[in-house]
């Protein structure tokens, strides 16, 4: 499937919902698809929902571990480290290694490290990002910084909002971890790090580079990491619009799970498609 420009999805065109096909050409294409030899995941609304895991998922994981085959558990959420959502993870039953854990801000690190290498940051967020940045000899100071990072916090402050905001307005370029505007809880939405950009960039007329879902290049990286090819890798997903986007635009086989945010008939009403759509990971498991 060829590359898919943003451009597309912001055409406006109105919304098309078509019924599915079984035998389409669209459906030959994906069947001649090298064998998945890697393997990405999502974390939420994939392996874990609310707090609890997905049936099938700590067994998927145990499958894949297993096997032998290289695979990551992919987040935007750059609020814990890898250590952290491995204990996490493991306390709900999973047995992830730590470096088979790929978050946006490990992503931001990596793009920051490659862009300037030993540059400096002002960051609004936590650990996950903080110790990340600190990991490819960043230097975290609100003078004259490089960057303005701005990742996801449960403590955003408007002091520190402000400080961004001019520190963008006097030259710092401005990045974000990930688009997401909203995050999930227990009590229902919270607002999430696109939103908090959102208001910077109102402020200050500066749109941020948002490195995680859907931007490709956090697929590239997890690619890079476990030294796989777009050609035998499949991205499992729950959201059309970050975790199937980003996988279809780096070339991987995109695979909805509907245990997460998107529906079957709301998938077909995108401009673009899955590879294929299962009803959980569950049913995953018996192809590796």
């Known amino acids: 499937m060829g590359h898919l420009s943003h451009a597309v999805l912001r055409a406006g065109r109105p919304p098309s919902v078509r019924p599915t096909e079984p035998d389409t050409p669209w459906e030959e294409t994906m069947q001649d698809r090298k064998p998945v030899e890697s393997w990405l995941t999502d974390m939420d609304g994939v392996l874990v929902h609310e707090g609890q895991p997905v049936p099938g998922a700590p067994e998927f994981i145990n499958r894949l571990r297993s096997s032998g085959k290289p695979f990551l558990v992919l987040t935007n959420n750059s609020i814990y480290t890898p250590r952290d959502l491995q204990a996490r993870l493991t306390r709900m039953g999973f047995e992830v290694p730590e470096h088979a854990i790929w978050t946006a801000a490990l992503a931001t690190a990596q793009f920051l490290a490659d862009q300037r290498p030993g540059g400096t940051a002002y960051v609004i967020g936590e650990a996950g990002l903080t110790t990340a940045l600190h990991a490819v000899g960043y230097v975290l100071t609100d003078f004259a910084p490089d960057y303005v990072v701005l990742g996801e916090t449960r403590t955003y402050s408007f002091e520190a909002i402000t400080k961004a905001v001019r520190l963008i307005n006097d030259g710092a370029r401005f990045i974000c971890t990930n688009p997401d505007v ?10 999430a790090a696109g939103s908090v950009a959102a208001m910077i960039s109102k402020a200050t007329g500066v749109e941020p580079y948002f490195v995680g879902k859907p931007n490709p290049m956090m697929m ?7 030294n796989a090819h777009s050609e035998t890798t499949a991205m499992i997903g729950d959201r059309m619009d970050t975790d199937i986007l980003c996988g279809l635009e780096a070339g991987l086989e995109t695979i909805l799970v509907l245990t997460g945010i998107s529906t079957r008939v709301e998938a077909e009403r995108y401009p673009y498609r899955p590879s294929r759509i299962v009803d959980s990971i569950l049913d995953l498991i018996d192809e590796i």
Do not use: F, H, K, Q
């Open 182 to 191: 909203t995050g999930p809880s227990v009590e229902g939405a919270l607002p």
């Open 220 to 226: 590239r990286s997890a690619l890079n990491t476990i």
